[in-house]
């Protein structure tokens, strides 16, 4: 910190750098990136081989359109 309580040059490059990796997992987690990576390391913590991609989005639209929720308005 300076005398006029303003962070030096060296401190803003780490608060920026902060803020964009929190509207980069914002954006992942908006998206469903953060569901594919969960999904990635689960399968190499049980052992199991991961489908693709492809196949992954597939099976998460399948299962969203079957089931659907009962809504009040």
């Known amino acids: 910190m300076s005398a006029t309580g303003r962070p030096t040059a060296d401190q803003r490059p780490g608060a920026v750098r902060r803020a964009l990796a929190g509207v980069r997992w914002y954006a992942r987690e908006l998206s469903g990136e953060g569901r ?7 399968c190499e913590r049980e052992g199991t081989e991961p489908m693709s991609r492809r196949a992954f989005e597939r099976h998460r639209d399948d299962h969203r359109e079957s089931s659907t929720q009962g809504r009040c308005c």
């Open 36 to 42: 594919w990576d969960a999904y990635l390391a689960r």
